[in-house]
T-cell receptor, first 113, second 115 residues
């Protein structure tokens, strides 16, 4: 079945440094979603990308969808302590059991001030 | 609006015991989902429902059953709990099929420990 892989699994940065997490799929994705989960919290939707090569920005966050729609990235410029958490990408899977969202294992970001 | 709520927040079971986790949403969403989250494993879909009275299996359905008798509620049952089911369980809902241009809204989670 479809797999969604994220790298790195963990990343520690100093406050002010940039951070990037990558999401790769074994198959072409119709679209991809990104979620953030703060420590002890629940996942919260950040954004959805649909078009090949799409780039979207949310303040210091930049999201990209690959031209082949098999990969995506989230880049945070000048990290802050409020960026701490785990970032998940999720892609649509069409399998025998039906169609559902498959999550990557996430990238956990820690930021030291 | 309360959004998505889950009951209980914490639970400790002994091996072989049964329990039901309740998820409720007040957003009139058609789709509801149950995930489990284990360290380093991300979110894995257990079962989901595309509407009242319908359910479907996800990635890891074994050992769990679900029911969607009312549109706003989605129940997850463990008939005979095993230590491998120790996890944090999240319920989520969405207007349409998540990934089909609809975001998922998650509940606060239920932390289950099976001894």
């Amino acid at each position: 079945g479809q797999q969604v892989m994220q790298i790195p699994q963990y990343q520690h940065v100093q406050e002010g440094e940039d951070f990037t997490t990558y999401c790769n799929s074994s198959t072409t994705l119709s679209n991809i979603q990104w979620y953030k989960q703060r420590p002890g919290g629940h996942p919260v939707f950040l954004i959805q990308l649909v078009k090949s090569g799409e780039v979207k920005k949310q303040k210091r966050l930049t999201f990209q969808f690959g031209e082949a729609k098999k990969n995506s990235s989230l880049h945070i410029t000048a990290t802050q302590t409020t960026d701490v958490g785990t970032y998940f990408c999720a892609g649509l899977s069409r399998g025998q059991a039906g169609t559902a969202l498959i999550f990557g294992k996430g990238t956990t970001l820690s930021v030291s001030s | 609006n309360a959004g998505v709520t889950q009951t209980p927040k914490f639970r400790v079971l002994k091996t072989g015991q049964s329990m039901t986790l309740l998820c409720a949403q007040d957003m009139n969403h058609e789709y509801m989902y149950w995930y489990r989250q284990d360290p380093g494993m991300g979110l894995r879909l257990i079962h989901y429902s595309v509407g009242e009275g319908t359910t479907a299996k996800g990635e890891v359905p074994d050992g769990y059953n679900v029911s969607r008798l009312k549109k706003q509620n989605f129940l997850l049952g463990l008939e005979s709990a095993a230590p491998s089911q120790t996890s944090v369980y999240f319920c989520a809902s969405s207007y349409g099929l998540a990934g089909g241009l609809h975001e998922q809204f998650f509940g606060p989670g239920t932390r289950l420990t099976v001894l």
